[in-house]
T-cell receptor, first 114, second 116 residues
Framework: NAGVTQTPKFQVLKTGQSMTLQCAQDMNHEYMSWYRQDPGMGLRLIHYSVGAGITDQGEVPNGYNVSRSTTEDFPLRLLSAAPSQTSVYFC?????????????FGEGSRLTVL | GENVGLHLPTLSVQEGDNSIINCAYSNSASDYFIWYKQESGKGPQFIIDIRSNMDKRQGQRVTVLLNKTVKHLSLQIAATQPGDSAVYFCAENIYMIKAAGNKLTFGGGTRVLVKP
């Protein structure tokens, strides 16, 4: 099992550019989510999904879009990147949608917006 | 709003000593708590969890204590090793119905530095 795989690991964007962070898991997990991690702060939830075709907003959803067309994939889209979106992004998945169990994280994608 | 926080941002520990990492939470509806370890350049890894109907849970070299009266959570690491150097996060979760999903709220993290 590869677990949770994120691509790319590093990305530099100019303000206004768009891009998609990819996330895939091979554990047949129902729950998937995206977090951002900024220096000195904990992880903050951006969007999450409890199954294919179902997504919802987290704590900091503005500027990001998601979709869940398959159980395995949960891409995060930045439509018009801003310097405030410079961060490390983590995708995470869990078998249980009530999260009473382990949340598996990817290795992270470090994004810099100039 | 309600949040999860930590008292000590950095903890220096001598190798072989025990470590205690503290976490305060303010959401009285939280019923499930988790500790994660994050090594440099990696994603967080699950360490141990505890439900609100328990006050103590033990794992391998780790113990989590929950004091609901004062809304306090702690992680104890026995015989701290160099490999324990990392940032530790506590997180709280409020159980919701399946259709609504669940949201983990993370604290700011405590860095543990193990001195040889």
């Amino acid at each position: 099992n590869a677990g949770v795989t994120q691509t790319p690991k590093f990305q530099v964007l100019k303000t206004g550019q768009s891009m998609t962070l990819q996330c895939a898991q091979d554990m047949n997990h129902e729950y998937m989510s995206w977090y951002r991690q900024d220096p000195g702060m904990g992880l903050r939830l951006i969007h999450y999904s409890v199954g294919a075709g179902i997504t919802d907003q987290g704590e900091v959803p503005n500027g990001y879009n998601v979709s869940r067309s398959t159980t395995e994939d949960f891409p995060l889209r930045l439509l018009s990147a801003a310097p405030s979106q410079t961060s490390v992004y983590f995708c995470a998945s869990s078998y249980s949608t009530d999260l009473t169990g382990e949340l598996f994280f990817g290795e992270g994608s470090r994004l810099t917006v100039l | 709003g309600e949040n999860v926080g930590l008292h000590l941002p950095t903890l220096s520990v001598q190798e072989g000593d025990n470590s205690i990492i503290n976490c305060a939470y303010s959401n009285s509806a939280s019923d499930y708590f988790i500790w994660y370890k994050q090594e440099s350049g990696k994603g967080p890894q699950f360490i141990i969890d505890i439900r609100s109907n328990m006050d103590k849970r033990q794992g391998q070299r780790v113990t989590v204590l929950l004091n609901k009266t004062v809304k306090h959570l702690s992680l104890q690491i026995a015989a701290t090793q160099p490999g324990d150097s990392a940032v530790y996060f506590c997180a709280e979760n409020i159980y919701m119905i399946k259709a609504a999903g669940n949201k983990l709220t993370f604290g700011g993290g405590t860095r543990v530095l193990v001195k040889p």
